[in-house]
């Protein structure tokens, strides 16, 4: 038996110790797309986190300048006429920016940007109307939330307490 191994005794083998066969062309082919199959999912999943941790802090900042607005009450408007105004416009905020599957993230910081630039003069009653007219423009969801309950909103802004409704 020539070509063998004598000590192995085994033709894959015959050409040295842990010397292997070639793989077809058509095994290499499945190996490469496998592989390129396996780092593109991990690349989208990747990005994919990325791209919502990026949206939820960027929300997040967004919503505490919105907060903020209690602490920057006009002289002349209630208290807890202007605390309802707060809330309200949180709700529209966060109706608003569900999520990057409904909003763009651009749309989000170019609203956050006006918001920041608008937060740098005074604020005054109407200071909400304002902000609910840049939410109406933020997409579908956005308008439908504003077309829905601006009314609310309103209504709540100049009733007593205990005649408003729940956000």
Known sequence: MSGLDPQLN????????????????????????????????????????????????????????????????PEGVKKVHW??????????????FTGPEYTEFDVMKRFGQSLSEKLQGPVDADFFEWIWDELEKTGPTGKRYVTKYRSSLRESMTSEPDQQKEP
């Open 10 to 73: 085994s033709p894959l083998l015959a050409t040295g110790v842990g010397a292997r066969r070639p793989l077809h062309p058509l095994c290499r082919l499945f190996i490469a797309l496998l592989v390129g199959v396996i780092l593109g999912l991990v690349f989208w999943v990747g990005w994919w986190v990325w791209r919502h941790n990026a949206y939820y802090a960027e929300s997040e900042r967004l919503a505490h300048l919105i907060r903020s607005l209690r602490e920057k009450r």
């Open 83 to 96: 605390n309802e105004g707060v809330d309200w416009t949180i709700t529209a905020y966060y109706a608003s």
